[in-house]
């Protein structure tokens, strides 16, 4: 299983962006999905994760202005980020628990690449 993320760039405070990841491989079965991120000289921390019946959490510090869904049918999860910050900016990671055919007895955590946001003026 890979997934792979896109929607990243540049966009000034206040601004917009929406980040997509799609899942691909084997997939028999996917549980929670969610993204992270990552900003220079910090830890990678939770941003939001939904359950495969729609059930999401935020962090305190993205609620009210991010939006995580997903299509079961594709096999996609996103991201609507509204009313950006500067310390919004982060290398974003997608994640998901999956079940892969080559190892149908376990779910496996898999990580995304990474897609870089950045907001400033």
């Known amino acids: 299983v890979q997934l792979v993320e896109s929607g990243g760039g540049l966009v000034q405070p206040g601004g917009s962006l929406r980040l997509s990841c799609a899942a691909s491989g084997s997939i028999l079965s996917i549980n929670a999905m969610g993204w992270y991120r990552q900003a220079p000289g910090k830890e990678r921390e939770l941003v939001a994760v939904?359950?495969?019946?729609?059930?999401?959490n935020y962090a305190d510090s993205v609620k009210g202005r991010f939006t995580v869904s997903r299509d079961n049918a594709k096999n996609m999860v996103y991201l609507q980020m509204n009313s950006l910050k500067p310390e919004d900016t982060a290398v974003y990671y997608c994640n998901a628990d999956a079940l892969d055919a080559a190892t149908p007895w376990k779910y496996l955590v898999i990580w995304g690449q990474g897609t870089l946001v950045t907001v400033s003026s």
């Open positions: 939904i359950t495969s019946g729609g059930s999401a």
